[in-house]
């Protein structure tokens, strides 16, 4: 069901006589750009398969153009309805990212500062709210209590489904952290942007999205949307439930549509890239304050930047959008290059894949964040090899192409897609390997003790969850568990009966 890649050159000239110097080198950057659109199909199309990805699109911005648009798979599972360049996916948590770029156009009309107290534009917020600056509302170091429950993903209170109930619950919530002193995602700050973004404007907040980022951009398809609206050309969603798809039912409340709710394609959000960066929709100097990393209270860096997750602040700089482990997109400010990939299978998690991407237009990348690309080519090796002695395999690896480890989440979540796959013995192999390069994380351990349970091994398990306890005091999983199989290792067999 995957786009098979096209013949881009003509058998006939086999049998032409040898180019010309001037012609061979004017054919060089074809070929170059053919190999690298090669090798990003063949990794797409492999990490599709890896992951049971149904539906990707991707598009690579290289120097303020869209270099390479491609579409894969099925938009919908049910219909066999393949995906297009006019699919649109939902882009979930990515929707950050505008908000911020809306806030920075608002800084720049001067209708916001970025350090004033978010209660300069709301009134009537909670006391403690009140001094939250706008910029830690963005960059998610306000402390503000999450009106949205993440462990059921429901509204907080006792009217989950009830918007108006559920926001005046979160403004009775005490803080959870002093304001700046540590970095906690959370959906309150972005209900709180949209009021600001609604205020200042004159207008709503989608309005104010559209008119001032898709109209410029020529995002004519972009908009608002979840499980309740009709979105022509809108891609099924789905998640893994063992080894069946299940629909997503989208649920990205009106008053919330600051946080997630958009749904767009990958050509749109390249045409959005090139408007943010070309200045369309930004000064230069908003532009590098929107990317600049926060800062927290003891002068240590925050995780995000102003609605962006900073993903690498040297070298090969990146910042980020990325929403519900299934759509994504990185910007790479000092290489002039930026990629998008879309997915419609929550748990696809396509920002694992975009370095990867990356290191075929910027070579030196990889040296510095190819992690995705060395584990790509060890499960290539193991369809050869196998999973016996993934270590020496991986160092094999690393060697020969000098690149770093994988990142410890991506073994974790390799691992877990064979545990799903209910191959026990692989995953353990892939775990103790996470284990081995990261001994210190207690979320590696744990993990490795939930196969050793799947495996029957108990007293793996409990070595590992023990382990992870050490590590991580405040680990309830591990804690649990861990009584638990404490517990059924001290309590006698059962009498069997004949």
Do not use: C
């Not at 907080?156 to 005490?174: I, M, T």
């Not at 196969?451 to 969850?465: F, K, N, T």
């Amino acid at each position: 069901m995957l786009n098979r890649l096209p013949l881009s050159m003509l058998v006939a000239a086999l049998f032409m006589s040898p180019p010309s110097a001037e012609a061979a080198n004017a054919m060089a950057p074809v070929a170059q750009a053919e190999n690298v659109e090669q090798g990003i199909t063949a990794f797409l199309q492999s990490e599709m398969r890896e992951r049971d990805i149904p539906g990707l699109q991707i598009a690579v911005v290289r120097h303020g153009k869209v270099v390479l648009s491609r579409n894969f798979g099925v938009a919908s599972l049910q219909y066999g309805v393949p995906v297009t360049g006019a699919s649109l996916f939902s882009i979930n948590s990515a929707t950050k990212s505008l908000t911020g770029v809306a806030v920075m156009q608002l800084v720049q009309q001067g209708k916001v500062e970025l350090d004033a107290p978010v209660s300069r534009y709301i009134a009537g917020l909670p006391q403690a709210w009140q001094s939250v600056t706008i910029a830690r509302l963005l960059d998610h170091t306000s402390g503000l209590p999450d009106v949205l429950n993440q462990a059921t993903g429901k509204l907080v209170g006792p009217q989950p489904d009830d918007p108006e109930a559920a926001w005046k619950a979160v403004q009775a919530l005490p803080m959870d952290f002093v304001t700046g002193q540590r970095f906690r995602y959370n959906q309150t700050n972005y209900v709180l942007l949209a009021q600001v973004i609604e205020r200042q404007s004159g207008m709503p907040y989608v309005d104010f999205i559209r008119q001032g980022q898709f109209v410029p951009a020529g995002m004519r398809h972009s908009g608002f949307g979840d499980a309740k609206d009709v979105v022509p050309g809108k891609a099924s969603s789905y998640y893994l439930a063992g080894q069946e798809y299940r629909n997503v039912i989208e649920d990205f409340p009106v008053f919330m549509r600051a946080g997630a709710g958009i749904n767009s394609s990958a050509d749109e959000l390249g045409k959005w890239l090139i408007a943010l960066q070309s200045g369309k929709l930004l000064k230069p100097e908003s532009l590098a304050r929107l990317w600049q990393p926060g800062t927290l209270a003891d002068g240590k860096p925050a995780p995000w930047a102003l609605g962006w997750p900073a993903i690498r602040r040297d070298g090969h700089r990146a910042v980020a959008g990325i929403g519900g482990a299934r759509s994504a997109f990185y910007v790479y400010p000092n290489d002039d290059l930026a990629i998008v990939i879309l997915t419609n299978l929550a748990g696809g998690q396509p920002e694992q894949l975009i370095d990867t991407v990356a290191g075929f237009y910027v070579p030196a990348l990889r040296q510095q964040a190819g992690g995705a690309y060395a584990g790509y080519l060890l499960r290539q090796a193991i369809g050869r090899k196998g999973f016996d002695g993934l270590g020496p395999q991986l160092s094999a690896i690393r060697q020969q192409h000098a690149l770093p480890n994988p990142d410890e989440g991506e073994l974790n979540a390799w691992g877990y897609r064979l545990l799903r796959q209910q191959r026990t013995s692989d995953a353990l192999a892939v775990f103790k390997l996470a284990v081995q390069l990261y001994p210190d994380s207690a979320n590696g351990h744990d993990s490795l003790a939930e196969a050793g349970e799947a495996a029957g091994d108990q007293a793996l398990a409990i070595s590992h969850y023990r382990r992870s306890v050490e590590l991580d005091a405040d680990n309830g999983h591990a804690i649990e568990r861990l009584k638990q199989l404490e517990k059924n290792e001290k309590s006698p067999a059962s009498p069997q009966i004949r």
